[in-house]
C-alpha cells in the first residue's frame, strides 16, 4: 500500500513558475512508476507526465513539453513536477498516482495509488 500527499499548489501569474511535490509513505516507493495527472472542472482527468521507478525514462503530454519536468528522489520518497512558463490553461488540481509496471502508463484509470490533489490557478 502507497499513500501519496501532494504540495505546492498555488495561484500563480502566466509565465511564472511552480514545484509541485508528492511525498510517498511505505518502504516501497522506489518499485512503482510514478505519475502526474490533472484535472479542470467539467474536463476529465488528463495525463501529465510519468517517470519509471528508477527514473530512468520519463514522458509528457505534448502540452507540457518543454515546460515541465518530472523528476523523483526516492531516498526522499518524493517525486516531483516542475512547471515553468504557466499557462491560464494549466489551470486544475493536479494528482500524483502511483502503479507497477515495466512501461510507462498515460491512462489514468490503470494506476492503483492516488493522493487528494493539489490545486494550480494560472491567472492571465
Known amino acids: 500500500q502507497v499513500q501519496l500527499v501532494e504540495s505546492g499548489g498555488g495561484l500563480v501569474q502566466a509565465g511564472g513558475s511552480l514545484r509541485l511535490s508528492c511525498a510517498a509513505s511505505?518502504?516501497?516507493?522506489?518499485?512503482?512508476?510514478m505519475g502526474w495527472f490533472r484535472q479542470a472542472p467539467g474536463k476529465e482527468r488528463e495525463f501529465v507526465a510519468a517517470i519509471t521507478w528508477s527514473g530512468g525514462r520519463t514522458n509528457y503530454a505534448d502540452s507540457v513539453k518543454g515546460r515541465f519536468t518530472i523528476s523523483r528522489d526516492n531516498a526522499k520518497n518524493t517525486v516531483y513536477l516542475q512547471m515553468s512558463s504557466l499557462k491560464p490553461e494549466d489551470t486544475a488540481t493536479y494528482y500524483c498516482?502511483?502503479?507497477?509496471?515495466?512501461?510507462?502508463?498515460?491512462?489514468?484509470?490503470?494506476?492503483?495509488?492516488w493522493g487528494q490533489g493539489t490545486q494550480v490557478t494560472v491567472s492571465s
Open positions: 498516482a502511483a502503479l507497477r509496471s515495466i512501461a510507462i502508463i498515460t491512462t489514468p484509470r490503470a494506476y492503483d495509488y
Open positions: 511505505g518502504r516501497t516507493f522506489s518499485t512503482y512508476n
